[in-house]
């Protein structure tokens, strides 16, 4: 009996440990919208947290419906599962990440998205791109997982590819898709600032997102009642935060110093330094329970600066990312992915490349038929009007509240 009461009790203890971090993770979702929110104009402000709503809610049906048993589900393939069997707790932990998956594209695309053509792309990454990608990396049977039994080994703690790359990917192809937001590019190819309307909200929305990496990286141990469960939570944790830490500080020197050198307007940018420290935390989830705190600050570091390298190149390209978040998830996770496995490289690189590939391939079709089928983006007179008003009749800033007039 004494036996039976601490395997229940190591069970209840592992539940709780998932679902405490689970709601962290999904307090994530809050910090996408503020930093969503205050980087866009204000005349799109509702519609971009509309979206970010829509991301829980239906995310958490088709989740429900098909995405884990895709993802998770017993018998499958080493490319897809198809049974929906789960625990409570292992659902709702994993649906957060799925979650967060594709509240990464909403940022790339704002400001000019139809929004039901955005429902049908959310719907479609939450319920089968993503855990297809997650069955490859992190199910038992998966290919990428497998690999290691061959004496390969894809190596993603916390989901720098399966979850960061995966988002990233999608959202650099809705972004080219889209094109450019109106008056974003000179007609002579310089690049023309379209600030967000509240830095503030931005930067709450960071912090959030800072805080709740400890539990999307901590809590991806999965349990917390095996002996030495507490020392990699503890050690995914610092790690975490030193690479977010290096990543910020790096960017920030980065975007002073080479403005500087071009002999530009240079200054501290909280924006650039919220994301370079994000990116660095994307980092740190491939590696972060199996790394001595100096390498998560090496690459953090590196994030940060292949977070600057993502913001240059999309600007040369003349891609619209309002938000950075391909610079942010797809940079970052590409240099987590790949910095992690030391020993192991080859294989990640294989990974990497795939999940990008399928992504990739997937999202193309998905936005190039929409596009092709002219439901992809609003038209120029509701981008110049803004999509509160438009779409949701409830803009965030209405005219008339400042004024008796």
């Known amino acids: 009996t004494n036996v039976l009461n601490l395997d229940e009790l190591k069970s209840n203890l592992d539940q709780f440990f998932l679902v405490i971090c689970g ?3 999904l307090f994530m979702q ?54 929906g069997n789960f625990t409570y707790a292992g659902w709702f932990f994993q649906y957060v990440f799925a979650a967060t998956a594709s509240t990464i594209v909403s940022g790339a695309m704002a400001e000019r998205t139809e929004f039901t053509t955005y429902m049908v792309y959310f719907t479609f990454l ?17 290919w990428l997982k497998v690999g290691m039994a061959h004496g390969l080994s894809y190596i993603d703690y916390a989901g720098s590819g399966v979850v960061h790359l995966t988002g990233g990917s999608a959202a650099l192809v809705g972004a080219i898709a889209l094109g450019p937001r109106i008056g974003r590019f000179k007609p002579d190819g310089t690049v023309n600032d379209l600030p967000g ?63 500087a050198i071009r ?29 001595l705190p100096w390498a998560a600050v090496v690459i953090g570091t590196i994030a940060g600066l292949a977070f600057m390298g993502w913001h240059h190149l999309m600007l040369f390209c003349k891609i619209d990312d309002p938000l950075d978040a391909v610079a942010v998830h797809l940079g970052g996770g590409l240099a987590g992915v790949l910095l992690a496995p030391i020993f192991s490289f080859g294989w990640n690189l294989l990974g990497a490349v795939a999940i990008i590939g399928w992504t990739v391939a997937i999202s193309t ?17 509701d981008e110049l009007r803004g999509l509160d008003e438009i779409k949701h009749g409830e803009p965030a800033y209405p005219i008339k509240s400042y004024s008796d007039q």
Request: a negative charge.
């Open 365 to 381: 079709l998905l936005f190039g038929s929409m596009k092709l089928l002219g439901v992809l983006r609003v038209s120029e007179a």
């Open 197 to 259: 309307h509240t830095v503030t909200v931005a930067a709450l929305g960071g912090f959030i997102l800072f805080v709740g990496f400890m539990a999307f990286n901590g809590g991806s141990q999965l349990s917390i009642s095996n002996p030495g469960d507490g020392n990699v939570v503890a050690l995914s944790v610092m790690n975490t935060v030193l690479g977010g830490a290096s990543g910020a500080i790096v960017a920030m020197l980065v975007y002073k110093t080479t403005d």
């Open 263 to 291: 002999g530009e307007d240079h200054y501290w940018s909280l924006l650039i330094t919220i994301n370079g420290g994000l990116a660095g935390m994307v980092s740190m989830c491939a590696g972060c329970n199996d790394m």
């Open 126 to 142: 939450t319920g089968f791109v993503y855990p297809v990608v997650a069955h490859w990396c992190w199910s038992e049977v998966g």
């Open 23 to 25: 709601i962290f993770i």
């Open 30 to 83: 809050t910090g996408f919208a503020f930093l969503e929110a205050g980087s866009v104009r204000s005349k799109n402000t509702t519609n971009i947290i509309m979206k970010n709503v829509l991301d829980l809610f239906i995310g958490a049906i088709m989740y429900f419906a098909i995405g884990y048993s895709f993802a998770y589900g017993k018998p499958g393939n080493a490319f897809i599962a198809n049974d």
